[in-house]
């Protein structure tokens, strides 16, 4: 089973700060990982699929990169409605996969 | 603009039944995978249950196989999960999700979840 290790649990930010959010893959995942975005209260959003590809309505502030084992969120600008949890998952559809990291809660510094 | 309404969430007893729905609209329903994704309070996400748009795929977690069912209607733009024997652990907001381009695993579209709490 492929482990998904986001870190760090927690990071605390300021508005208009730039933030990078990782992502471990434990083996080799090629470019198979999305972010969600998941504001208190509310259910997940997906924001970014295939590694890089922004989901339709994602803002251009935020950029995923990555390939392999290692994968980055990041942030630019932060804004209030920012403030969540986000989640990578690692997804594969033969067979059907759906890894999802444990979450890294980005918080008001 | 696409929906997912869950309903069918409550209290129930270890060893009791429940059964999940999830009302769509707003896209062709009939076209697309859908799943059930769970967070237990204050947990991340696991991925319960997937079928696709035809039933003829379906998949389910280690930690409810045997116990729990997937199924939908696709006539009434309609997806279930029925829970047996459910345990504490089962105790979660369960949320129906799409999934983006056929069976692709990346879920881009979600419900607001409906909340199942088994306890004694």
């Known amino acids: 089973e492929i482990v998904m290790t986001q870190s760090p649990a927690t990071l605390s930010v300021s508005p208009g700060e730039r933030v990078t959010l990782s992502c471990r893959a434990s083996q080799n995942i090629n470019v198979n990982v999305a972010w969600y975005q998941q504001r208190p209260g509310q259910a997940p959003r997906l924001l970014v699929y295939?590694?890089?590809t922004r989901a339709t309505g994602t803002p251009a502030r935020f950029t995923g990169s990555g390939s392999g084992t290692e994968f980055t969120l990041t942030i630019n600008s932060l804004q209030s409605e920012d403030f969540a949890v986000y989640y990578c998952?690692?997804?594969?559809?033969?067979?059907?996969?759906?890894?999802f990291g444990q979450g890294t809660k980005l918080e008001i510094q | 603009e696409v929906q997912l309404l869950e309903s069918g969430g409550g209290l129930v007893k270890p060893g009791g039944s429940l059964r999940l729905s999830c009302s769509a609209s707003g896209f062709t329903f009939n076209s697309y995978s859908l799943n059930w994704v769970r967070q237990a309070p204050g947990k991340g996400l696991e991925w319960v249950s997937s079928?696709?748009?035809?039933?003829?795929?379906?998949d389910y977690a280690d930690s409810v196989k045997g116990r729990f069912t997937i199924s939908r209607d696709n006539a009434k733009n309609s997806l279930f999960l029925q829970m047996h024997s459910l345990r504490v652990e089962d105790t979660a907001v369960y949320y129906c999700?799409?999934?983006?381009?056929?069976?692709?695993?990346?879920?881009?579209?979600w419900g607001q979840g409906t909340l199942v709490t088994v306890a004694s």
């Open positions: 295939g590694a890089s």
């Open positions: 998952q690692h997804y594969n559809n033969l067979p059907p996969l759906y890894n």
């Open positions: 079928i696709s748009s035809r039933s003829n795929y379906i």
């Open positions: 999700a799409r999934e983006l381009n056929g069976r692709s695993a990346i879920f881009d579209s």
